[in-house]
């Protein structure tokens, strides 16, 4: 007879009590936590070269761009997760779970990794749309030119274009900004398998 493990639910406040106590990242969903892997340089590359040019774009903006070390509630799924990259424009709006968290992205950028390329395509894209404020969704390849782009259109629903070419420019209408994929892919090698 096999026995099951017994999961201790535990506060939004024990989360951020435990992400202190950690190097590591973690993301909460309704009352458990959940270690996260580390990543590849090609993603910490793509993560810096996306922030930094979102960074320059929005210098003079009332915009603010989170890196993977920040926290994104989502209130509605009682969750707390962190993108690898999120914006937040106009006045933080804190979370219902915990004020020191803010609930109000208008994009969010993940970067692909084997391990999370399913579950960021299907149910971390479902959460994401329970925030009210998002209204684009950005995924990233780290092993080749490829960049999707889910936009929310007037209608409520969401588009989705693709750019693989290497000179493609990126519309990013929540931020009216651009970006180009050489700059996203600056100094990354693809690894490639003999």
């Known amino acids: 007879m096999g026995f099951a493990e017994k999961i201790t639910k535990v506060s939004v406040h024990d989360y951020l009590t435990y992400l202190d106590s950690i190097e590591g990242r973690a993301e909460f969903y309704q009352g458990v936590i959940y270690d996260m892997a580390g990543s590849s340089d090609e993603h910490a590359l793509i993560g810096g070269n996306f922030l930094t ?50 609930t109000n992205a208008v994009l969010v950028v993940e970067i692909l990794s084997p391990s999370t ?60 900004v651009t970006i180009t994929i050489p700059q996203i892919y600056r100094k990354v090698d693809f690894v490639t398998e003999n």
Request: charged share 25%; proline share 3%; net charge negative.
């Open 53 to 102: 040019e979102l960074n320059i774009a929005l210098r003079e903006r009332p915009c603010r761009v989170y890196g993977a070390d920040s926290n994104l509630a989502i209130d509605l799924d009682e969750a707390v997760v962190m993108p690898d990259i999120h914006v937040v424009c106009g006045k933080n709006e804190p979370s219902e779970q915990n004020s020191r968290l803010h």
């Open 117 to 176: 390329n399913s579950y960021d395509r299907t149910k971390k894209f479902d959460k994401y749309k329970l925030l009210s404020h998002l209204r684009e969704y950005v995924l990233v390849e780290q092993t080749e030119y490829r960049v999707e782009v889910f936009s929310l259109n007037a209608h409520q629903i969401w588009e989705h274009q693709v750019y693989v070419d290497e000179g493609a420019s990126i519309f990013l209408a929540s931020l009216q």
